[in-house]
Nanobody
Framework: QVQLVESGGGLVQAGDSLRLSCAASGFISGINSMGWYRQAPGKGRELVAVIMSGGDAVYAESVKGRFTISRDRPKNTVFLQMNSLKPEDTAAYYC???????????WGQGTQVTVSS
């Protein structure tokens, strides 16, 4: 059983910053990756950023240079620092965890980010 709990969302103005956190708990023998996805109303869920077990990170082109993903490995926690937020960043943000070997894929409940002009 794996649980992911996100926090840090909110209502901000364009140009502001937010930091999202996701803490994983449960029976985790190893983590292949942790990442963030987002979904706007009426849209599909898209990858925002993911960090691999070796430390490499990938980002969606739309957030490169503005968002940074990081992790605290002993605490099984991943962060998303979001700077220079834009209205088009408005979405529900979901934490994702893939266990070692790709044998499990887990999602958090989501945290809402709303950016006004």
């Amino acid at each position: 059983q794996v649980q992911l709990v996100e926090s840090g969302g909110g209502l901000v103005q364009a140009g502001d910053s937010l930091r999202l956190s996701c803490a994983a708990s449960g029976f985790i023998s190893g983590i292949n990756s942790m990442g963030w996805y987002r979904q706007a109303p009426g849209k599909g869920r898209e990858l925002v950023a993911v960090i691999m077990s070796g430390g490499d990170a990938v980002y969606a082109e739309s957030v490169k240079g503005r968002f940074t993903i990081s992790r605290d490995r002993p605490k099984n926690t991943v962060f998303l620092q979001m700077n220079s937020l834009k209205p088009e960043d408005t979405a529900a943000y979901y934490c994702n965890l893939v266990v070692r070997g790709g044998t499990g894929n887990y999602w958090g409940q989501g945290t809402q980010v709303t950016v006004s002009s």
